[in-house]
Nanobody, 115 residues
């Protein structure tokens, strides 16, 4: 059984930084894509960034140049470094793991950007 556990959310002022982590456990095929989605109140869940097991990355336009996704394959962990945060980044952030057509979600972690 695959489980994803996120950590690192919280309250930060505009312009600040946060780092999210997501650790996967269970029987995980080595070739996969891990990433982050977010959902703000009243909005659909959207892709923030993801990274393949080979290291290829993909970012939403809204976060390019501010967020960096990375992973440690040995630890089965994906990270999201968020810099220059804006109020519009406020959302619940969800970790996602995709393995050959199957997807798994974490429980979500709240990120609030406010002064």
């Amino acid at each position: 059984q695959v489980q994803l556990v996120e950590s690192g959310g919280g309250l930060v002022q505009p312009g600040g930084s946060l780092r999210l982590s997501c650790a996967a456990s269970g029987n995980i095929f080595s070739i996969n894509t891990m990433g982050w989605y977010r959902q703000a109140p009243g909005k659909q869940r959207e892709l923030v960034a993801d990274i393949t097991s080979g290291g290829s990355t993909n970012y939403a336009d809204a976060v390019k140049g501010r967020f960096t996704v990375s992973r440690d394959n040995a630890k089965k962990t994906v990270y999201l470094q968020m810099n220059r945060l804006k109020p519009e980044d406020t959302a619940v952030y969800y970790c996602h793991l995709k393995i050959i057509g199957m997807g798994y979600w974490g429980q979500g972690t709240q990120v609030t950007v406010s002064s």
